[in-house]
């Protein structure tokens, strides 16, 4: 049995990081009487002097409903960056805190995060630490797990968004347009659009066609609605053409997307004549208190973390399968994001009821 393991938080904050800590905690040192430490800043804690604090019970207790991380977090730093479109994992940094993970006397790894921290994770188990990874993201696109932590939070605030932004579309007869994060793939817009009654959809999963919306726009008004909610991902693109990025990004950042909500607004002002706002939604997707189901999935996934590790699992993330907590390779879930199936039956249920995706000739779908 290990007598200290190492706490890491990694990527972008998402609401329920202290859940799980707080839950890991409990279990190493409640049910198998083992110490922790949390590593902070991410990895970059384990960096030159290091930097790490001692979790107990007791520093633990009161920060399940806190939103952030109590560790702290970073998405960028020491430990990858970018060449030619590539991620490299520079080796003697691993190395080196490794070393540092040796000198802290911390014998495996409980490493919460997205894609890009748990491939991070991957370099440090095949150097030989044990690992066990919990997923965490907003963005819910990690594979091998049918959610992520943070997800359902990110939803209810963008469904708030979109309900307030109802009743002023509906006064002044306007195009609302609420931009939402999700990098790649259209979970948040879908499942947020869907509760929050939007009228159009867009996607990264499905390109959009602006005659398509305008068409949309038009028959809505024809029916006595004469305003229109939209709800676009971050990642969505206009048919034949790319992502459109806020920056670009460098070999130690990467490209930050931001910018589509506005684009569709000035095209919709132009082809429709109709007044058009556009509202990003931003990192208030992020911040703040985890709901109910945030708390609960993170403190499961954070207590069956550390039962894996203390049951010899190592090289693995725990993850959400029809309802069970399942550990599957770290190497499956970093392998492929996860995205919206165009076919799937959220999305035939927001067509069954009139939800657009603004595709080319969609009325004939
Ligand atoms: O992955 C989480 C996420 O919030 C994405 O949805 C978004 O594209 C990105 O992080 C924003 O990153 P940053 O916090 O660096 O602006």
């Known amino acids: 049995m290990y007598k200290q393991i190492g706490i890491i938080t990694g990527g972008g904050d998402a609401p329920g990081l202290n859940a799980v800590i707080r839950a890991a905690v409990r279990t190493a040192v409640k049910e198998f009487g083992i110490k922790c430490v949390g590593i902070e800043d991410s990895f970059e804690g384990l960096t030159g002097e290091t930097q790490t604090m001692k979790l107990t019970t007791r520093s633990v207790s009161g920060i399940l409903p806190r939103g952030g991380t109590m560790l702290g977090t970073r998405n960028s730093g020491?430990?990858?960056?970018?060449?030619?479109?590539?991620?490299?994992?520079?080796?003697?940094?691993?190395?080196?805190?490794?070393?540092?993970?040796?000198?802290?006397?911390?014998?495996?790894?409980?490493?919460?995060?997205g894609d890009g921290t748990l491939a991070i994770a991957q370099?440090?188990?095949?150097?030989?630490?044990?690992?066990?990874?919990?997923?965490?993201?907003?963005?819910?696109?990690?594979?091998?797990?049918?959610?992520?932590?943070?997800?359902?939070?990110?939803?209810?605030?963008?469904?708030?968004?979109?309900?307030?932004?109802?009743?002023?579309a509906a006064s002044h007869d306007r195009v609302m347009i609420l931009e939402v994060m999700g990098r790649h793939t259209g979970w948040i817009a879908l499942h947020a659009g869907l509760a929050g009654s939007a009228d159009i959809i867009l996607i990264p999963e499905i390109p959009y066609s602006f005659e398509s919306m305008v068409q949309k726009i038009f028959s809505r008004e024809k029916s006595g609605s004469r305003f229109t909610n939209i709800v676009v991902a971050e990642g969505a693109t206009e048919i034949g053409k790319s992502?459109?990025?806020?920056?670009?990004?460098?070999?130690?950042?990467?490209?930050?997307?931001?910018?589509?909500?506005?684009?569709i607004g000035q095209k919709i002002e132009e082809m429709t004549g109709k007044e058009a706002r556009c509202v990003v939604l931003g990192h208030l997707q992020r911040g703040g208190s985890p709901n109910a189901f945030d708390r609960m999935l993170g403190t499961s996934f954070g207590a069956c973390a550390v039962r894996a590790l203390a049951n010899g699992e190592a090289g693995k993330m725990v993850a959400l399968k029809a309802g069970e907590i399942v550990n599957v390779p770290l190497s499956d879930a970093i392998a492929n994001i996860k995205t919206v199936a165009s076919d799937g039956q959220l999305i035939r249920?927001?067509?069954?009821?009139?939800?657009?995706?603004?595709?080319?000739?969609?009325?004939?779908?």
Do not use: W
């Not at 479109?85 to 995060?113: S, Y």
């Not at 919990?134 to 990110?154: C, H, Q, R, S």
């Not at 069954?352 to 000739?361: E, L, N, Q």
């Open 123 to 168: 370099e440090f188990y095949k150097r030989g630490i044990p690992v066990i990874g919990v997923p965490k993201t907003i963005d819910n696109d990690l594979a091998a797990t049918e959610l992520t932590f943070g997800f359902m939070t990110a939803i209810d605030i963008a469904t708030e968004a979109l309900d307030r932004l109802h009743t002023t």
């Open 78 to 113: 020491s430990f990858c960056c970018f060449e030619d479109g590539k991620v490299i994992f520079p080796d003697e940094t691993v190395k080196a805190a490794i070393e540092n993970l040796k000198k802290l006397e911390i014998e495996a790894l409980v490493v919460i995060g």
């Open 243 to 263: 992502e459109i990025y806020k920056s670009v990004g460098d070999r130690k950042t990467a490209p930050r997307l931001g910018g589509v909500g506005d684009y």
């Open 349 to 365: 249920t927001a067509r069954d009821i009139g939800i657009s995706f603004a595709a080319p000739k969609e009325s004939r779908l």
